[in-house]
């Protein structure tokens, strides 16, 4: 087809420019920015070989652009049928437009060690142009940008990135998101807004020699911040990381704003800010991290805003209560078991008797699409007329398990303290010290975690414990120890890897001193001071213990039913995954990221962090699935009736089963 030309057209009615070749700076009125890269929509009618860019402060939805403008179709009609309307935008193999956004980014070059400009071109995620169909477009584009600066197509999720493999670079020159991603310069993990001290630390010996001395009023600037951090009021990251470690979930709770900042160093010793005041500001709409020197405040002795909103704890019940198999514990159990393991007995009961919930994300409408019902039949490969809830009951029945457990209740490590008059003793010190703000609470802590690890349990204790093992763990060669609080996963106090867990536990000795492990890191110094700091009182804090099954498994990670880079986006989750799962949260290892979608289907590469290749299609097919398992499940464990509060999932998965280890609420 020939690429027409009709001239330079800046229609201030509808704000678009229509078929002549333009340099960045024609398309720079246009653009919106989003990640910190500016973007200008684009559409190409191939009836009338015309390209439209759009104005994004005027026009946010493709399809209504074109219903508007080009076929003369009201908004509303539009918007009323939506749905047989992208099906002829994105999945039509003889389609009349090629829907897009164009992108500008800036690559530093290793080989001239200068930065570069390049434009990449992608389709909306849900996309399935054929090979052919994305050549045609580029080539399309191409005829109509500033050609100084080139052109990549970036595919928009996995199906693409397998059709293109069949062109040469030459034919269409591209770019994988995972590439873009590895190198972009700025990554919003948390919008918001603060003032504070900045402290930049280029080494971790850096930090831990002035850790002493961080204030909540710090905004601290790392290579990669470590897990152990405390309250602090901002977070820069110099350099790549995942948005689910440990660090980041903390950052998200306490509503702090975090950010990837590639030169932050850079711009820290240019502006002179390392030691003195500044306003920090993260937000998705800009191209970096905005830090401007500020005065310091008058009212340093004054607590922080935060500090007045204290957290309630569910009064906690600590008499006899029976070590018992998770599969007897429900939801409401977490006032005696701890919240992990009354997670973990809920999951085990809706893949034994379902949950009517199931189905709750997809009933309630999502503007713009109304009815998500046949989607979900879709992904559940069944009619739209089946009944979709014996549909995902079949999913989870025949694809989903929980490993097999047993639970400590709070009682056990009461009875345990109970036991000892010097651990008694120094949990005395430790709540005296903590009412007086004291300077001893660190040795205190020290003191008293060392108590607890030594303590002989009682031989009452030990029988029970084991007797429990050998009724519902026989014949189990590796366990995994758990902690389970009351003082975890709360709104406002998410305490992310802040509790010790322990893999790889063999022999009866190992698990009872990994179980005083777990009930030692109640007290570490850090958990305690995140508690003080969130008004939770040592006084209503408990400890049960989740021992389970170690499951081999091909990979594991973590899923949350949620973008975390884009909040306002309901249909994809975000899925980390690594060989390994403990490296997937305490951020030493940097995993797979990907997106997937629960309404269309299909999924993106996001990073391949320190892997040297992709997942295959398989394992592709197997996250597809738990991104569905994991709506399905937010949808059960939703506190309310719009079924649309996240959850965090640790998982582990082979070819066929997927093993979830872990679930607890995610924080946004």
């Known amino acids: 087809m020939s690429h027409g030309n009709t001239g330079a057209v ?45 104005n994004n402060a005027r026009h946010a939805f493709h399809a ?3 219903g508007e403008e080009i076929l003369g179709v009201p908004a509303e009609e539009m918007r009323a049928s939506i749905d047989r309307y992208n099906a002829g935008f994105y999945h039509d193999t003889d389609r009349r437009f090629y829907l897009g956004i164009l992108a500008l980014h800036t690559r530093h070059d290793q080989d001239t060690g200068q930065d570069r400009r390049i434009l990449s071109l992608e389709t909306v995620e849900v996309d399935t142009m054929s090979a052919a169909m994305i050549a045609e477009f580029h080539g399309f584009v191409r005829e109509y940008v500033d050609p100084a600066v080139p052109l990549l197509f970036k595919p928009a999720n996995q199906l693409q990135e397998r059709a293109v493999l069949g062109l040469s670079p030459e034919q269409l020159p591209r770019i994988l998101a995972h590439e873009l991603f590895s190198t972009a310069a700025f990554v919003p993990l948390n919008p918001g807004k603060t003032t504070g001290r900045l402290r930049a630390f280029r080494t971790e010996a850096d930090y831990r020699a002035a850790a002493d001395g961080l204030e909540w009023h710090d905004i601290i600037v790392m290579h990669r911040v470590p897990d152990d951090i405390p309250r602090l009021a ?24 975090n950010a990837i900042q590639l030169g932050a160093f850079d711009l820290i010793d240019r502006e002179r800010l390392d030691g003195h005041w500044v306003s920090y500001q993260v937000s998705a709409e800009s191209a970096g991290v905005d830090l401007r020197l500020i005065d310091a405040p008058p009212d340093l002795g004054q607590r922080p805003s ?11 019940e600590a008499e006899h209560n029976a070590i018992v198999n998770l599969a007897e514990l429900r939801h409401n159990d977490r006032h005696r078991y701890g919240t992990k393991a009354a997670n973990l007995g809920e999951l085990h009961h809706v893949l034994g008797q379902g949950s009517q919930r199931l189905l709750g994300f997809f009933q309630v409408p999502r503007p713009p699409r109304e009815n998500l019902l046949p989607y979900l039949a879709r992904l559940l490969d069944v009619d739209e007329n089946a009944d979709l809830m014996a549909a995902a009951r079949k999913l989870l029945d025949e694809h989903v398990r929980v490993p097999r457990g047993i639970a400590l209740p709070f009682s056990v490590q009461r009875r345990f303290l109970e036991s000892s008059p010097r651990i008694q003793q120094a949990i005395g010190k430790l709540k005296m010290a903590l009412e007086l703000d004291a300077r001893e609470i660190e040795p205190l802590c020290v003191e008293l975690q060392q108590l607890i690890r030594t303590a002989k349990l009682p031989d009452a204790l030990i029988q029970e414990i084991d007797s429990t093992l050998f009724t519902h763990l026989a014949g189990v060669r590796s366990f995994v120890v758990r902690s389970s609080s ?15 867990s322990l893999n790889h536990v063999t022999t009866s000795e190992t698990i009872l001193t990994s179980i005083k492990e777990v009930w030692a890191s109640l007290v570490s110094v ?16 408990y400890m049960g213990v989740v021992i389970q099954e170690q499951v081999a ?10 973008n975390p880079m884009n909040r306002g986006d309901f249909r994809n989750v975000y899925v980390n995954v690594s060989p ?46 738990l991104a569905l398992v994991g709506r399905l499940l937010q949808a059960h464990f939703s506190p309310d009736y719009t079924f649309d509060s996240p959850v965090d999932i640790e998982w582990l998965a082979d070819s066929n089963l997927l093993h979830l280890v872990q679930l607890r609420p995610y924080s946004v």
């Open 526 to 541: 850090r958990s305690v001071r995140l508690r003080q700091q969130a008004g939770i009182s040592l006084d209503e804090c």
């Open 580 to 625: 390994k799962v403990t490296d997937v949260v305490d951020g030493s290892v940097q995993p797979m990221q990907y997106l997937y979608s629960t309404v269309e289907g299909g999924g993106r590469t996001v990073s391949l962090g320190d892997a040297t290749q992709d997942l295959d299609e398989r394992a592709h097919e197997q996250l597809q699935r």
């Open 553 to 562: 498994a091909d990979f594991g990670g973590v899923l949350v039913t949620s």
């Open 234 to 257: 901002g977070i820069i990251n110099a350099h790549h990381t995942t948005p689910l470690s440990h660090t980041n979930v903390l950052a998200t709770g306490w509503q702090i704003p």
């Open 10 to 54: 800046l229609d201030e009615q509808v704000a678009a420019v229509v078929g002549e070749r333009l340099s960045l700076t024609a398309l720079t009125p246009l653009a919106g920015t989003l990640g910190g890269y500016p973007f200008v929509k684009v559409v190409v009618d191939r009836q009338t070989s015309t390209i439209h860019f759009l």
């Open 306 to 316: 935060w500090y007045a909103q204290r957290v309630t704890l569910e009064t906690p």
């Open 64 to 66: 209504i652009y074109i």
């Open 486 to 500: 009351n003082a975890e996963d709360l709104a406002g106090f998410s305490a992310a890897g802040i509790y010790e």
